[in-house]
């Protein structure tokens, strides 16, 4: 079983890389966590006024600050 550095309920930046073009960043919050699959930790995760919800490896997340 992995190790997940972030908890459900935790707020996490999401900062997703591109193959051609600049990364962007967006504030989101820990919805769940994922089987790994052998991977990495991965989480699901919501960004406020969103109604869905997307899936991120934990390489892609940093922690910050609620309500930052």
Do not use: C
């Amino acid at each position: 079983m992995s190790n997940y550095l972030f908890a459900t309920g935790q707020h996490v930046t999401l900062t997703a890389k591109r193959f051609i073009g600049p990364a962007w960043t967006g504030a989101f919050v820990v919805t769940k966590l994922l089987p790994s699959g052998g991977e990495e930790p991965r989480y699901e995760i919501k960004a406020v006024g969103e109604t869905y919800t997307r899936a991120a490896f934990e390489s892609d997340l940093s922690a910050r600050a609620e309500g930052l």
